[in-house]
């Protein structure tokens, strides 16, 4: 379970950093062209500036999250409140896009594979901290 579990951890984790990284400072029209088949520039300025604005803000704060749990996965792995402060943050991406599945509609199968994967990561990630956190 210990291998199972830290896969899911760091698949998760290197794939926030670098998604994070990617998206706050290098290309978000990429990202956008990649994610959502979005060409940004075919947008006016007031949306085009202030989407990529609001996107590379979210993908900081992705970046920071990964970078904070790479930084603190001892104490994820060891401190109840820090794996719950985990636990919690993955758990709510999941729910937001579940949500976004019964609010909006069946996203892409890329977008369906990040949620199977952060869902599967979730339930591995409780299970292992159950066991070896003390309650």
Do not use: C
Request: hydrophobic share 55%; aromatic share 18%.
């Amino acid at each position: 379970m210990k291998t199972i579990s830290y896969f899911f951890f760091y698949g998760y984790i290197l794939l926030v950093i670098a998604a994070g990284f990617w998206g706050a400072f290098i290309n978000p029209a990429f990202d956008h062209k990649l994610l959502f088949d979005l060409d940004v520039n075919t947008l006016n300025d007031y949306t085009r500036i202030n989407m990529l604005s609001q996107f590379r803000f979210l993908r900081a704060l992705e970046l920071g999250f990964g970078i904070f749990s790479i930084l603190f996965v001892k104490e994820i792995f060891s401190q109840q409140n820090l794996n719950r402060l985990f636990l919690i943050t993955m758990t709510l991406g999941v729910l937001g896009r579940l949500l976004s599945i019964i609010a909006d509609g069946w996203p892409s199968m890329l977008m369906l594979t990040f949620m199977g994967f952060e869902l599967v990561g979730v339930i591995a990630i409780s299970f292992y901290s159950k066991k070896i956190i003390p309650r």
